[in-house]
């Protein structure tokens, strides 16, 4: 009965996703983007120093939040890749 239950939940859930695909799409990113964000920092817990290479422009601290709106602008595509 349990399993029959949950193959229920999981057509009911196809079906919805069915019928609002980009929309269910994202809903469903945003609902696991903390999950994401929480795996990728993990590693960087024990991170003493941070050393940044740069050629031009901003170094140092300063490079560190165009580093962030970049890789935050990847975001989407990366998902979609996925």
Do not use: Y
Not at 11 to 39: H, I, N, T, W, Y
Not at 54 to 71: F, Q, R, T
């Amino acid at each position: 009965l349990r399993a029959r239950a949950e193959a229920a939940a999981a057509a009911a859930k196809a079906e919805a996703f069915g019928q609002f695909q980009d929309a269910a799409v994202v809903e469903m990113v945003l609902q696991r983007l903390p999950q994401v964000a929480e795996a990728v920092a993990q590693p960087l817990l024990g991170t003493r120093r941070v050393t940044l290479v740069g050629s031009s422009g901003d170094v140092g601290v300063a490079k560190i939040p165009s580093e962030i709106l970049d890789l935050v602008t990847r975001l989407p595509e990366a998902v979609g890749a996925l």
